[in-house]
């Protein structure tokens, strides 16, 4: 069965220090979603792509955080710099409306980043 | 922001009890889906119901959306050991990029 892949499963970086984190969605999903979700919370949404293009970024902390999903397969989430308050589990997710006829969304493991 | 919210945060039951989780919303949806997460694991979907719909079942899940009450409850029948998990609800939005918004979740312990 397809997955989403999503690496490092685990990152321990010092603050200040650049992270990126990689996603590959399932195979012909339009849509691709990454979240943060911290500890003992739900996951809360930083940035949408349809194809290659951001639908929403409401929520990214554009300082210092910035997405992409050049050829609108997989994608990139960075933060630089890292701060404490980062240390959270990063989750990506893909979905394709136009073909299932509803918005299920497929989860990776998530990358689980401490910031020391 | 969240725009679900479950109750309860937690719930601890025996197994073969029947576990329900309530989750409340604030805007018009397309939908409403459940979602299932084990610890430091990502999650998995388990049931979308429609904004037209007002109960789905799938196995041991039953779902009921009242849309006047902007609300929903997910029902596990017969709990196991194994259904020992976090539930998170999450709305798509009506119009726009069906943007997925979750809860803060229920955590569930069901004792063997």
């Known amino acids: 069965e397809a997955e989403v892949a999503q690496s490092p499963r685990y990152k321990i970086t010092e603050k200040s220090q650049a992270v990126a984190f990689w996603c590959d969605p399932i195979?012909?999903?339009?849509?691709l979603y990454w979240y943060r979700q911290i500890l003992g919370q739900g996951p809360e949404l930083l940035v949408q792509?349809?194809?290659?293009?951001?639908?929403?970024d409401s929520q990214l902390p554009k300082d210092r955080f910035s997405a992409e999903r050049l050829k609108g397969v997989d994608s990139t989430l960075k933060i630089q710099p890292a701060e404490l308050g980062d240390s959270a589990m990063y989750l990506c997710?893909?979905?394709?409306?136009?073909?299932?006829?509803?918005?299920?969304?497929?989860f990776g493991q998530g990358t689980r980043l401490t910031v020391v | 922001s969240q725009q679900g919210e479950e109750d309860p945060q937690a719930l601890s039951i025996q197994e073969g009890e029947n576990a329900t989780m309530n989750c409340s919303y604030k805007?018009?949806?397309?939908?409403l889906q459940w979602y299932r997460q084990n610890s430091g694991r990502g999650l998995v979907h388990l049931i979308l119901?429609?904004?037209?719909?007002r109960e789905k079942h799938s196995g041991r899940l039953r779902v009921t959306l009242d849309t006047s009450k902007k609300s929903s409850s997910l029902l596990i029948t017969a709990s196991r050991a194994a259904d020992t998990a976090s539930y998170f609800c999450?709305?798509?939005?009506?119009?726009?990029?069906?943007?997925?918004?979750f809860g803060k979740g229920t955590k569930l312990t069901v004792n063997p």
């Open positions: 997710a893909s979905s394709n409306r136009a073909r299932t006829g509803n918005t299920e969304a497929f």
């Open positions: 119901i429609r904004s037209n719909e």
């Open positions: 792509f349809q194809d290659e293009s951001v639908v929403d």
């Open positions: 805007t018009s949806i397309n939908n």
């Open positions: 195979s012909g999903h339009a849509t």
């Open positions: 999450a709305t798509a939005r009506r119009g726009g990029s069906e943007k997925l918004v």
